[in-house]
């Protein structure tokens, strides 16, 4: 794995678009993360924050615009990129008829890494118990912890999450939290796409807010977090916004 | 050195991975392999219905009539490789391991042509009975033939449904993707069978023979260079 200096941004997008068709998803984004740093993306359904996701871990490719992870340009550099994220999408992506165990054996393998942690790995995601069985018969919320676990295999530095705490618990969203400050701490960084902020409430160093395909000026980001904190009666009322 | 061989280690992991992974998914869903073979048998007993009692009729058909039922029982294997990471969403876990990309392709060849491997046999077995085929002299040579048509029939069949992997038709878009590019491969394979069985002793095997190792040459190299232009959204 390549270290690039750390004066370099974790994350960083320049003006990127995306255009599906006719219609453009993205237009415009430009974000900076710095080591150390968990963000928080917000905006409403379709303003095009898993696009920018998927884009940043080089599974779309921007119409336009660029972006790099410390330093690497995810087009350019798409494979010195993969080796530095962790992304968790939407769905966890395991094989049904392997076990959790062999989901991460194959997982060890891709990767180019050993088996040795893999059993503290399911240890820390809690599914000892449930480690030769196949996934097909796990809960949602249990195929989200292997898919985490799966991520920790990577040792990414730059974590890209989508709604991340769909489907957990509250043992599950204490895990995704320290994961995530694990990584930062480490002088990783976070990218969390969120629909509410409560399960990140502590972790997140700032928010960023799409709107529209570009990132919204600072008072509509702080409108949109206030909506998502639960305050929006207050806004309303009042017409201040007030964020903790 | 150490470095070519380093990588040389990392690519050959990657791709027995991939391998493992699919044949284990598809032997332990089982409904996969049964339908498939059920399918290649289906089609050869068609063919003996509409070809009728003649028993020269059938042994001149045999090469023809085993060829056409593993391409359309293929075609069946060939959509699955992909369908289990496209009903699991982990097609995208896959693409994002760091690693050269042309190993998943290699992974899924293998994989496909240990599954197709199989039903060529099965296949072959069940034509030289139901067409009253008997083993040729040159039956290592007739082994080599198939081996090579499989090649050519399993290369094209894993590439194009890793582009059709991406289309919401694909059940329909493999078919008419493929049929037209194995045109060479399935004309190849077919006059050396027909020539090495004895059906016309005119034929020439040997042409037709480095016709499909040719053809399995290019394939295999050009698949190998497109596939990540393909895979990617």
Same mark, same amino acid.
């Given at each position: 794995m390549?270290h690039?200096?750390?004066?370099?941004f974790?994350?960083?997008?320049q003006g990127?678009?995306?255009?599906?068709?006719a219609?453009?998803?993205?237009?415009?984004?430009?974000?900076?993360?710095r080591?150390?740093?968990? +963000? /928080?993306?917000l905006g409403?359904?379709?303003?095009?924050?898993?696009?920018l996701?998927?884009?940043?871990?080089?599974l779309?490719?921007?119409?336009?615009?660029s972006?790099?992870?410390?330093?690497?340009?995810?087009?350019?550099?798409?494979d010195?990129v993969?080796?530095?994220?962790?992304?968790?999408?939407?769905?966890p992506? &395991?094989?049904d008829?392997?076990?959790?165990r062999?989901?991460? !054996?194959?997982?060890a393998?891709?990767?180019? /890494?050993?088996?040795?942690?893999?059993?503290?790995?399911?240890?820390?995601?809690?599914?000892s118990? +449930?480690?030769?069985?196949?996934v097909?018969?796990?809960?949602?919320g249990?195929?989200?912890?292997?898919?985490l676990?799966?991520?920790? &295999?990577?040792?990414?530095?730059?974590? &890209?999450?989508?709604?991340?705490y769909?489907?957990l618990?509250t043992?599950?969203?204490r &895990?995704m939290?320290?994961?995530i400050?694990?990584?930062?701490?480490?002088?990783?960084?976070?990218? +969390?796409?969120?629909h509410?902020?409560? %399960?990140?409430?502590g972790?997140l160093?700032?928010?960023v807010?799409?709107?529209?395909?570009?990132?919204a000026? %600072?008072?509509?980001?702080?409108?949109a977090?206030? !909506?998502?904190a639960g305050?929006?009666?207050?806004? /309303?009322?009042?017409g201040?916004v007030? +964020?903790? | 050195m150490t470095?070519?061989?380093?990588q040389?280690?990392d690519?050959?992991?990657?791709?027995r991975?991939?391998?493992?992974k699919d044949?284990t998914?598809e032997r332990? @869903?089982k409904?996969g392999?049964n339908a498939?073979? @059920?399918l290649?048998? *289906?089609?050869l =007993?068609?063919?003996?219905?509409a070809l009728?009692?003649?028993?020269?009729?059938?042994?001149?058909?045999?090469?023809?009539?085993?060829?056409l039922?593993?391409?359309?029982?293929?075609?069946?294997a060939f959509n699955r490789?992909?369908?289990?990471e496209?009903d699991?969403?982990?097609?995208?876990?896959?693409l994002?391991?760091?690693g050269?990309?042309? *190993?998943?392709?290699?992974?899924?060849l293998?994989?496909n042509?240990l599954f =197709?491997?199989?039903?060529l046999?099965?296949?072959?077995?069940?034509?030289m009975?139901?067409?009253?085929?008997?083993?040729?002299?040159?039956?290592? *040579?007739?082994?080599?033939?198939?081996?090579?048509?499989?090649?050519g029939?399993?290369?094209?069949?894993?590439?194009?449904? @890793?582009m059709? $992997?991406r $289309?919401?038709?694909r059940?329909?878009?493999?078919?008419?993707?493929?049929?037209?590019?194995?045109?060479?491969?399935?004309?190849a394979?077919?006059?050396? @069978?027909?020539?090495?069985?004895?059906?016309?002793?005119?034929?020439?095997?040997?042409?037709w023979?480095?016709m499909?190792i040719a053809?399995?040459?290019?394939?295999?190299?050009? *698949?190998?260079?497109?596939?990540e232009?393909v895979?990617?959204a």
């Amino acid at each position: 794995m390549t270290h690039p200096t750390e004066d370099v941004f974790a994350i960083e997008a320049q003006g990127i678009a995306r255009r599906f068709g006719a219609r453009w998803i993205l237009r415009g984004v430009s974000l900076h993360v710095r080591p150390g740093e968990v +963000v /928080g993306l917000l905006g409403s359904n379709g303003c095009g924050k898993s696009t920018l996701l998927r884009m940043l871990a080089t599974l779309l490719k921007p119409t336009a615009g660029s972006a790099a992870i410390y330093g690497h340009d995810v087009v350019k550099n798409a494979d010195e990129v993969r080796r530095n994220i962790g992304f968790l999408a939407h769905t966890p992506g &395991l094989y049904d008829d392997l076990s959790a165990r062999e989901n991460l !054996e194959f997982a060890a393998e891709m990767i180019g /890494g050993g088996h040795e942690d893999i059993d503290a790995l399911i240890e820390r995601v809690n599914l000892s118990h +449930v480690r030769h069985e196949r996934v097909r018969g796990f809960s949602a919320g249990m195929q989200r912890r292997l898919a985490l676990g799966r991520l920790m &295999l990577t040792k990414a530095r730059v974590l &890209l999450f989508d709604e991340p705490y769909s489907n957990l618990d509250t043992d599950g969203i204490r &895990l995704m939290n320290s994961i995530i400050s694990e990584a930062a701490r480490d002088g990783g960084a976070a990218l +969390v796409v969120l629909h509410e902020l409560a %399960p990140a409430a502590g972790l997140l160093d700032r928010t960023v807010t799409i709107r529209d395909g570009r990132v919204a000026d %600072p008072t509509a980001a702080l409108l949109a977090e206030a !909506e998502l904190a639960g305050a929006v009666g207050a806004v /309303g009322a009042t017409g201040a916004v007030v +964020v903790a | 050195m150490t470095r070519v061989r380093s990588q040389g280690g990392d690519h050959w992991r990657r791709i027995r991975a991939i391998a493992w992974k699919d044949l284990t998914t598809e032997r332990r @869903s089982k409904a996969g392999f049964n339908a498939v073979v @059920s399918l290649g048998i *289906t089609i050869l =007993v068609l063919f003996g219905f509409a070809l009728g009692p003649d028993a020269q009729a059938l042994r001149d058909a045999a090469p023809g009539a085993l060829w056409l039922a593993v391409l359309f029982a293929g075609v069946l294997a060939f959509n699955r490789s992909y369908q289990v990471e496209l009903d699991t969403g982990a097609l995208e876990p896959l693409l994002l391991y760091p690693g050269a990309r042309w *190993t998943i392709f290699t992974g899924k060849l293998l994989a496909n042509m240990l599954f =197709v491997g199989l039903l060529l046999v099965i296949v072959v077995v069940a034509g030289m009975v139901l067409f009253a085929v008997k083993v040729p002299d040159a039956w290592p *040579t007739v082994i080599a033939v198939l081996a090579l048509g499989a090649i050519g029939l399993v290369t094209l069949g894993t590439f194009y449904a @890793s582009m059709a $992997s991406r $289309s919401r038709a694909r059940e329909v878009l493999l078919p008419l993707l493929l049929f037209p590019m194995l045109v060479p491969v399935l004309l190849a394979a077919m006059q050396a @069978s027909k020539a090495l069985i004895g059906a016309d002793m005119m034929l020439e095997a040997g042409a037709w023979i480095k016709m499909l190792i040719a053809y399995d040459i290019i394939f295999v190299l050009a *698949t190998h260079l497109a596939f990540e232009h393909v895979i990617e959204a």
